[in-house]
C-alpha cells in the first residue's frame, strides 16, 4: 500500500485529529506503520469504533471499511480531475512544506503547479469598505502583474477582491478552502471559483471531499493560507478577526507580513494598526512589498519555527496559549466553558487549540479539549 492511500486511511480513523495524526507519524515513521499497531501501542485509548476499524483495516487492509473508503476517495478525485498531493511528494509545494507539521495531504482542483509559486496572501474584512475593497483589488493586481500569485480564502469581501485583481492582471492566484474542494463557500463565489481555475490557478484545501464548512476548519485553512506564501498583506480588518489569525500565523512561521493603515475611525483599520505595532511593515502601495518580496523570488531559505526555539516549550508559547493550558488544568473543557474561563474570542480560541494540538499537548475528545501528557508537564511547567 502506497504512502497516499495509508494516509487517506490514518486520517479516516475515528478520532484521529492533526495532532495526534502527527504524533504517531513522528514517533513509528510512516501512516503505514501507524496501522499496524495494536491499540496498546497508540499513546492514547481510541473509541471503541476506531479500534474496531484498526483490527478490520489489520485482517482485510484494502477490503476493509478504511481500506475501502480510501480507494473511493482516490477513484472519486480521479473521476472529478482532482489532484491528491502527499507532502512527500515532489510536487508538494516546498514553502508550505516549512512550516511546523504541514497538512499530511492537499485536495487541487485546477493547476496544482501554482501551488509552488512565488506566492503573497492578501486578506482582510469580509465587511470591508469601499475603500478596503479597492484596495485590496489593487494591490492584487499589481502584485499579479509583479509576478506573484495572489492567495487568499474565497471568502466575501477582501478575499474576493484580491482574487478578481489578480484575474484583472491575467496573474495566476490560489484559494484555499476550509470546506472540501468540491464544496465552495460561499456558493455566491461559485462563479469565482471557476475563473480561478479557468485563470490557471488553484483551489485547494487539506479537508477531505464532502466537506462542509465548520468553525474549527478555519483556523487549519488559515495557516495554509499563510504557509503557501512568501507574504501576507493585511488590508483591513478588526482586531478579534481571523484575517489577523492568518496574520499573527505567517508572523509564527518567519513569513513577511504587511499591512495597509488606515484612519484612526475606520474600526476595519484597527486590526491592520495592531498588526503593525506587532511586528508587520506599514505600506502604502504596492511597490513597498515588490521591493520587499522581490530577491525572495527564487525560494525562501527555511527558517526554524517558532518551537524550534532553544528555550523551553513553556517559554516558547505565546502568552494566550500559556493561559489556554492554565484553563484547562486537569479537566475536559468545552469551547464554551474555555471561551468564558479565557474571555477569549472564539476565533483566536480555535486557532490556539489548533496550535496546542498540532504540538501535541491538547487532545480533542467527545465534548472538548484536554492537556495531554506533554500538556500537563507543560502546566507543571506554569505553575512552578
Not at 244 to 272: D, K, W, Y
Not at 307 to 324: E, I, M, V, Y
Amino acid at each position: 500500500m502506497d504512502a497516499l492511500t495509508s494516509t487517506l486511511a490514518l486520517l479516516r480513523l475515528e478520532g484521529i485529529g492533526p495532532g495526534l495524526y502527527w504524533q504517531l507519524v513522528e514517533r513509528f515513521g510512516s501512516a503505514e506503520a501507524v496501522l499496524q499497531l495494536s491499540p496498546r501501542q497508540l499513546p492514547r485509548k481510541l473509541p471503541d469504533r476506531a479500534n474496531a476499524q484498526l483490527a478490520e483495516f489489520q485482517r482485510f487492509s484494502l477490503d476493509s471499511e478504511l481500506g475501502q473508503w480510501a480507494l473511493a476517495e482516490r477513484q472519486r478525485c480521479a473521476e472529478e480531475c482532482i489532484y491528491l498531493l502527499h507532502r512527500e511528494d515532489d510536487n508538494y509545494p516546498a514553502l508550505l512544506k516549512q512550516i511546523d507539521r504541514p497538512p499530511p495531504l492537499l485536495y487541487v482542483t485546477g493547476d496544482p503547479e501554482a501551488l509552488s509559486l512565488p506566492q503573497v496572501a492578501v486578506i482582510g474584512a469580509r465587511r470591508a469598505s469601499r475603500a478596503g475593497l479597492d484596495n485590496a483589488e489593487a494591490f492584487s493586481a499589481d502584485l499579479a502583474a509583479a509576478g506573484f500569485a495572489i492567495t487568499s480564502g474565497l471568502a466575501l469581501g477582501v478575499d474576493a477582491a484580491a482574487h478578481k485583481g489578480a484575474l484583472r492582471s491575467e496573474g495566476k492566484t490560489v484559494a484555499v478552502l476550509g470546506t472540501g474542494v468540491d464544496r465552495i463557500y460561499p456558493v455566491r463565489n461559485a462563479v469565482l471559483a471557476e475563473q480561478i481555475v479557468a485563470g490557471g490557478g488553484a483551489i485547494v484545501s487539506e479537508m477531505p471531499l464532502g466537506t462542509a464548512p465548520e468553525a474549527g476548519n478555519f483556523p487549519r485553512r488559515n495557516r495554509v493560507i499563510s504557509g503557501l506564501s512568501l507574504g501576507t498583506l493585511l488590508v483591513e480588518a478588526a482586531v478579534r478577526s481571523g484575517s489577523l489569525i492568518t496574520a499573527r500565523l505567517a508572523l509564527e512561521q518567519n513569513r513577511e507580513v504587511f499591512a495597509i493603515p488606515g484612519s484612526i475611525h475606520n474600526p476595519m483599520a484597527r486590526g491592520c494598526h495592531h498588526m503593525i505595532k506587532h511586528g508587520a511593515q506599514l505600506v502604502e502601495t504596492s511597490a513597498d512589498i515588490v521591493t520587499q518580496l522581490g530577491g525572495l523570488l527564487s525560494g525562501m531559505a527555511e527558517q526554524p519555527s517558532l518551537f524550534d526555539d532553544p528555550a523551553t516549550p513553556t517559554q516558547a508559547l505565546p502568552p494566550d496559549q500559556r493561559s489556554l493550558i492554565a484553563a484547562l488544568g486537569g479537566d475536559l473543557r468545552s469551547i464554551e466553558q474555555l471561551a468564558q474561563d479565557t474571555g477569549g474570542d472564539t476565533g483566536d480560541l480555535m486557532a490556539n487549540l489548533l496550535h496546542l494540538e498540532l504540538e501535541g499537548l491538547v487532545e480533542q475528545l467527545p465534548g472538548g479539549y484536554q492537556l495531554t501528557g506533554n500538556g500537563a508537564k507543560t502546566l507543571s511547567g506554569l505553575v512552578e
